[in-house]
T-cell receptor, first 112, second 114 residues
Framework: GENVEQHPSTLSVQEGDSAVIKCTYS??????FPWYKQELGKGPQLIIDIRSNVGEKKDQRIAVTLNKTAKHFSLHITETQPEDSAVYFCAAPRAAGNKLTFGGGTRVLVKP | DAMVIQNPRYQVTQFGKPVTLSCSQT?????MYWYQQKSSQAPKLLFH???????NEADTPDNFQSRRPNTSFCFLDIRSPGRGDAAMYLC?????????????FGNGTRLTVT
């Protein structure tokens, strides 16, 4: 089965700085890697995803990079703002289909 | 507008007293999922329905059951809750059961077992 490891578990940054979260996965057949943001008292929300046919994807201040050879992918948040404070989860599909294995989560705190 | 709606947001039940959590969706998605999320942990898949086909995870306790009477609604039944079942329960949907269909989560029901 898929094993997804996520680091760091907590990340504190100053407003305006960048934040980087890294994940590794075990199943070389995985080809879809979503990132979810979970705010306090809410369910996870998809913020960006990447498929294995590209190495990088950007959406405004958020970017994701993928290294299939090394089996790791990263989330980059630039110009962080207080509203970026949340728990972020990476995920990878387990076998075929949409059954995701989530990383352990990263609690990001952006200090004003 | 909320598209995956979970009720109630907070549920308190007594040890051993059956409880049912509800989820409804306005997306008309084929697949509905139930996840359990304990404090400071990742969501853990309990089971999912592809249309009417029920798929149980191997390590989901027998204490947990689910029903999907129609496309829009899905229920999680906990027959005899123990204190270890206290958690946030998240419902999610996807149009299809492939990785081309992102998951849409509700805001969860936080279950307390007294």
């Amino acid at each position: 089965g898929e094993n997804v490891e996520q680091h760091p578990s907590t990340l504190s940054v100053q407003e305006g700085d960048s934040a980087v979260i890294k994940c590794t996965y075990s199943d070389s057949a995985s080809n879809y890697f979503p990132w979810y943001k979970q705010e306090l008292g809410k369910g996870p929300q998809l913020i960006i995803d990447i498929r294995s046919n590209v190495g990088e994807k950007k959406d405004q201040r958020i970017a994701v990079t993928l290294n299939k050879t090394a089996k790791h992918f990263s989330l980059h948040i630039t110009e962080t703002q207080p509203e970026d404070s949340a728990v972020y989860f990476c995920a990878a599909p387990r076998a075929a289909g949409n059954k995701l294995t989530f990383g352990g989560g990263t609690r990001v705190l952006v200090k004003p | 507008d909320a598209m995956v709606i979970q009720n109630p947001r907070y549920q308190v039940t007594q040890f051993g007293k059956p409880v049912t959590l509800s989820c409804s969706q306005t997306l008309n998605h084929n697949v509905m999922y139930w996840y359990q999320q304990k404090s400071s942990q990742a969501p853990k898949l309990l089971f999912h329905y592809y249309d009417k086909d029920f798929n149980n995870e191997a390590d989901t306790p027998d204490n947990f059951q689910s029903r999907r009477p129609n496309t829009s609604f899905c229920f999680l039944d906990i027959r005899s809750p123990g204190r270890g079942d206290a958690a946030m329960y998240l419902c999610a949907t996807s149009r299809e059961g492939t990785d081309n269909s992102p998951l849409h989560f509700g805001n969860g029901t936080r279950l307390t077992v007294t």
